[in-house]
């Protein structure tokens, strides 16, 4: 068990966490990195990029399992108990939402592919506006929870939770955008079905970001507030 008396076990350890979290920030900017890859393959019809955007994807395969690693390492070597178990935890689930986003990307790119790499004519532009706009508020939400995982600040997690709930609404609203294109033209319901996907998966970005939000304020609190409304969670944190 990690002994609190041995300062130089303690400094040892918090550098551990310290390695632990960076690697974490690098996973947060390369999935980052590949949703803004994967959608300019789409914005500039470019199905060669959303392959190699694909291809590279393997480095944040690699960086998942590198940090999957460290922590059963540091749990082994150190044992730790109460917050820096909790931390160490934490980390893992964070990691686990972050993979998740970069496979939502991975179907962003995949679109591409099927749109642009065939003899098939391709959508409308506007059909995909939605998916553009929405995908650059899934980007900002990742960076603020990813900010407030540095900071372990409570503010900005509520932040991006209620900004997923916006995002579920302009995914809605999208739903709908789309399906007037299709009153217009049939011809577009193929289409329509595609990029409501590739909307889903968007909004399921800013879930996962939402997941990581979550994620701080059980390690800032010890609070668990998966499956809570925003309501409950800020009456949580203003009796604690």
Do not use: C, W
């Amino acid at each position: 068990m990690r002994q609190t008396t041995e300062g130089h076990t303690v400094h040892s350890f918090d550098k551990e966490l310290e390695e632990l979290h960076t690697l974490v920030g690098a996973m947060a900017r390369l999935v980052d990195r590949q949703i803004e890859r994967a959608v300019k393959s789409l914005e500039d019809e470019e199905p060669g990029d959303a392959r190699a955007m694909i291809n590279d994807d393997r480095e944040i395969n690699k960086l998942d399992v590198q940090i999957d690693d460290e922590i059963i390492r540091l749990i082994a070597k150190r044992q730790p108990v109460a917050k820096d178990l909790r931390e160490i935890l934490t980390v893992g689930k964070i990691v686990t939402d972050l993979e998740r986003i970069g496979d939502q990307a991975r179907r962003i790119a995949r679109l591409t592919i099927h749109f642009y790499d065939h003899d098939l004519p391709p959508p409308n532009y506007h059909l995909l506006q939605d998916i553009f706009r929405m995908s650059a508020f899934a980007r900002d939400m990742l960076e603020r929870t990813m900010r407030a995982f540095e900071t372990l600040s409570l503010d900005q997690s509520i932040d991006v939770i209620r900004l997923d709930a916006t995002l579920e609404d302009d995914y809605k609203s999208a739903l709908r955008r789309i399906s007037t294109f299709v009153l217009e033209d049939a011809r577009n319901v193929g289409h329509m079905i595609d990029v409501a996907l590739a909307l889903r998966a968007v909004e399921r970005m800013g879930g996962h970001a939402k997941n990581i939000a979550g994620y701080v304020i059980f390690l800032a609190t010890g609070r668990d507030v998966r499956h809570e409304s925003l309501e409950s969670i800020l009456a949580q944190l203003k009796s604690a």
